[in-house]
């Protein structure tokens, strides 16, 4: 499984393309280089890139708990596939990302391509420089998702 790690402010085309940075690029498979899909942020407004080894295993995840003959479950579905592409790296690094797509999260011309662990989270610059966390509040939240009051010992 690939891991992204940190952000890149890059250009979007006249016809929608970002190049992919290249160290982006080569934290991927050989095998899975090229092919990507990306859909919306169902908690934020922007888009998510998965490699394609990511995306398949996000299905794998949903497979297992989605019953087809409960509707709840087909009004998920539906919305989690709403809009979502695949995409494939052309010969100069890059990806077109479809316009709807760039629309929905405000992207015009300069967005950012931000690791998130197995996969890219694509936002418009201007959006990404607000999306930020006091230094204390971001303290709280990783001492109480991580359990840093039970004194382990950080590794």
């Given at each position: 499984?690939?891991?992204?790690?940190?952000?890149?402010?890059?250009?979007?085309?006249?016809?929608?393309?970002?190049?992919?940075?290249?160290?982006?690029k080569k934290q991927?498979?050989?095998?899975?280089?090229d092919h990507f899909v990306v859909r919306k942020d169902i908690f934020e407004n922007c888009l998510i890139l998965y490699s394609i080894e990511d995306w398949d295993r996000q299905l794998e995840k949903i497979r297992k708990r989605i019953n087809p003959y409960n509707r709840e479950h087909n009004v998920f579905l539906r919305n989690f596939f709403k809009g979502t592409a695949e995409l494939t790296l052309d010969n100069n690094n890059r990806i077109l990302i479809p316009r709807r797509?760039?629309?929905?999260?405000?992207a015009?011309?300069?967005v950012v391509l931000?690791?998130?662990d197995g996969r890219i989270e694509i936002w418009a610059a201007d959006i990404y420089e607000k999306v930020d966390?006091?230094?204390?509040d971001f303290a709280n939240l990783a001492e109480k998702l991580m359990g840093g009051?039970?004194?382990e010992p950080e590794e």
């Open positions: 499984m690939a891991t992204f790690i940190g952000d890149y402010t890059c250009k979007v085309d006249v016809k929608g393309r970002i190049i992919v940075p290249m160290a982006f991927l498979p050989a095998d899975a280089r797509l760039l629309d929905l999260i405000g015009d011309r300069d931000a690791g998130q966390m006091a230094p204390d009051t039970n004194n």
